[in-house]
C-alpha cells in the first residue's frame, strides 16, 4: 500500500493508526465548530492541528521524527488524488460550466500553460542564482507544473453559488481544469528526453501533452459512457441498490488504474470519467442510489483532502527536510519567497490580459468581468494545497524521504508555499471578497445579467432585429465575436441535438430512463 508505519522495531503500530484516526475526527469536529468564524476554515484548522501533532511528537522523539506515519509519495496519487478530482467532475454544474466554457478553458488551461512558462523560466533564473543544490533542467520544469496547480476552496468556500453563480463556476471549472492541465504537463515532462534541447524536444514535448490530454479525456469519457450504458441495461436497482453504488465507485476507480496501465493521466482520465457520470450514469439509478453516490463522492473526496492537509501540517516539522537547509537558512527562505513571487506573476500574466480577451468576446457590459471580479479570479489561483504537495513529493521524494540538499530545499519551499498561501491567504479571502463584491451589488448583478442573457437569447433565437427589451443594451458587436459567439451557440445547439436524439436514448439521462420511470425527476448536472 505504500506505508510505512514509524515505530520501534519497525513493527506495525495500531497506537500510530489509531491516533492518526483520531486526530482526522478532531479535525472534522473542530472544523464544524468554527465553520462559521469570519476567518477560519477547515483547511487551515487542519493544518494547524497538524503542525501542532508534529510539533509534539518531534518532542517527545527527542528531534527524530515529526510524523506518525510515513507515506511512499506514490499513495497521493493512487488513493488520495482520485477522489478528489472525480468528485469535483461529478459534482460540477454542468449549465453553468458551459454558460462559462470559452472563459474556464482559456483560464484553465490556456493559463496554466501561461504560469507554467512563467515559473519554471523564473525558477531557473533565480534558483540557479541561490545556489540551494544541483537541479536538472527536468526539475526546473517539473516545478512550473507544480506551482501551476492552484487551490480555490477557500475562495470557493466565500463565493455564493446562487448569488454569483457565473463567478462561482469561473473560479470552480478553472480550478479543476487547471489541476488536470497541472498534471498532464507534470507527466509530459517525466517523458521527455532533455539531453538535447532543440525544436524537435519543444514539439515532442506539446505532442506529448495534445497526446496525453486527448487520449485521457477519451478513456475517462469511454469509461463513464460503459458504466451508464451497463446501468441503464442491467437496471441493478430492481435487485440492490447496494450493487449500483458498488458499480459505479468501481468504474471511477477503474478509469484512474486504467490510465495508469496505459501510461496516461489518470487525474484528467477520471475528472472527465467523473463529468460523464454525473451527466448519464447518474440519472439511470434508483432514487437511493443518486443521494448515496453523491454522499459517498463528496465524503470520500472530503476525507482524502483533510488527510492530505494534516499530513502536510506533520511533514512541515520533519527533521530530515530541514537537516539539509538548516546551515543556510536563507537560501530556503529565499528560495521560497522567489518561488511565491513567481506564483504570483505567473498569476497576474494570463488573469488580467485574459479577462480582457473574455470581456471583449461578450456583448453585455453586465456580463463581462469588472476589475473587483478580476481581483476576486487572481486571488482564488493564489493558494496552493493537495496537489502541488502531490506533485512535488513525487517529483523531489523517494519513499517520503529526501536525500540531495535540492530535494530538501524544494519540498520545504512547498511546504512553506502551501502553509502561508492557505493560511496567512485563507484567514484573508473570506474579508476581502466581501469587501470586492457585496452580497447585495452582486446578487443584483447575477440577476440583471441572467434575465438580460435570457432576453438575448430569445430575441437571437427569434432571429429578431437590434432593439431595446427593459434595460438590454444590444450594441453591435465587431466581427470576430460575432463569430466567436455564432460558432458557440450552433456547437452547442449542435450537441443539445445530438445529446437528445442520440446519447441519451443510448446511455440513459435526465428524460430518457424508460424502465424506471421515477428516476428521471431531478437531475445532478440540471444541464
Excluded at 458551459?98 to 519554471?120: E, K, Y
Excluded at 501540517?313 to 530530515?320: F, S
Aim: charged share 15%.
Amino acid at each position: 500500500m505504500g506505508v510505512n508505519i514509524l515505530s520501534d522495531g519497525d513493527e506495525v503500530s495500531v497506537n500510530s493508526i489509531t491516533l492518526f484516526g483520531a486526530l482526522l475526527c478532531g479535525c472534522i469536529v473542530v472544523g464544524r465548530l468554527l465553520e462559521k468564524s469570519r476567518w477560519i476554515n477547515e483547511y487551515i484548522t487542519t493544518l494547524v492541528v497538524g503542525l501542532c501533532t508534529g510539533g509534539i511528537i518531534l518532542l517527545t522523539t527527542q528531534g527524530k521524527s515529526s510524523r506518525l506515519l510515513a507515506f511512499d509519495e506514490q499513495l497521493f496519487f493512487i488513493y488520495l488524488l482520485p477522489p478528489i478530482i472525480f468528485n469535483a467532475g461529478f459534482q460540477m454544474k454542468m449549465k453553468h460550466f458551459f454558460r462559462n466554457f470559452m472563459a474556464i478553458i482559456l483560464f484553465g488551461a490556456l493559463g496554466t500553460l501561461i504560469s507554467f512558462s512563467v515559473i519554471s523560466f523564473g525558477a531557473k533564473e533565480l534558483l540557479g542564482k541561490l545556489d540551494i543544490g544541483f537541479l536538472e533542467l527536468r526539475d526546473y520544469l517539473a516545478i512550473g507544473a507544480i506551482f501551476s496547480a492552484t487551490d480555490s476552496v477557500c475562495t470557493l468556500q466565500v463565493l455564493n453559488q446562487d448569488e454569483m453563480p457565473l463567478l462561482y463556476s469561473l473560479v470552480f471549472g478553472e480550478g479543476v481544469v487547471n489541476d488536470a492541465t497541472a498534471v498532464v504537463l507534470f507527466n509530459a515532462i517525466q517523458k521527455l528526453d532533455l539531453s538535447h534541447i532543440n525544436s524537435r524536444v519543444a514539439l515532442s514535448f506539446a505532442g506529448s501533452f495534445l497526446y496525453l490530454f486527448l487520449a485521457s479525456t477519451f478513456l475517462g469519457v469511454s469509461v463513464g459512457l460503459l458504466s451508464a450504458y451497463l446501468i441503464k441495461k442491467i437496471y441493478l436497482g430492481r435487485h440492490s441498490t447496494d450493487r449500483e453504488v458498488a458499480l459505479m465507485i468501481l468504474m471511477a476507480y477503474l478509469s484512474y488504474v486504467m490510465a495508469a496501465m496505459f501510461d496516461l493521466s489518470g487525474i484528467l482520465t477520471v475528472f472527465f470519467c467523473g463529468i460523464v457520470m454525473s451527466h448519464y450514469t447518474w440519472h439511470n439509478v434508483t432514487t437511493n442510489s443518486k443521494v448515496t453516490t453523491r454522499h459517498a463522492f463528496a465524503t470520500l473526496s472530503f476525507i482524502a483532502e483533510i488527510f492530505i492537509f494534516l499530513y502536510v501540517g506533520m511533514d512541515a516539522l520533519d527533521i530530515e527536510k530541514w537537516r539539509f537547509v538548516k546551515d543556510s537558512p536563507g537560501k530556503s527562505v529565499g528560495a521560497s519567497a522567489a518561488l511565491f513571487g513567481l506564483v504570483l506573476v505567473g498569476r497576474a500574466c494570463f488573469v488580467f490580459p485574459l479577462s480582457f480577451l473574455s470581456n471583449c468576446l461578450k456583448r453585455s457590459e453586465h456580463d463581462k468581468f469588472g476589475l473587483r471580479q478580476q481581483i476576486t479570479i487572481w486571488w482564488a489561483g493564489l493558494m496552493r494545497g493537495s496537489v502541488s504537495m502531490a506533485l512535488a513529493y513525487n517529483q523531489f521524494t523517494r519513499f517520503g524521504h529526501t536525500q540531495l540538499p535540492g530535494n530538501a530545499v524544494m519540498i520545504t519551499s512547498t511546504i512553506t508555499i502551501v502553509l502561508f498561501s492557505t493560511v496567512v491567504f485563507g484567514l484573508i479571502t473570506k474579508p476581502l471578497v466581501r469587501f470586492l463584491l457585496p452580497p447585495s451589488q452582486s446578487f443584483n448583478n447575477s440577476l440583471i445579467s441572467s434575465k438580460q442573457s435570457l432576453a438575448r437569447q430569445l430575441l437571437i433565437d427569434r432571429q429578431e432585429p437590434e432593439g431595446e427589451m427593459g434595460n438590454v443594451d444590444f450594441r453591435r458587436l465587431d466581427s470576430l465575436s460575432m463569430l466567436l459567439k455564432k460558432t458557440s451557440l450552433t456547437i452547442h445547439s449542435y450537441w443539445r441535438m445530438f445529446d437528445d436524439g442520440f446519447m441519451r436514448p443510448l446511455f440513459g439521462g435526465r428524460g430518457f430512463v424508460p424502465d424506471a420511470p421515477e428516476l428521471s425527476k431531478g437531475g445532478c448536472d440540471q444541464y
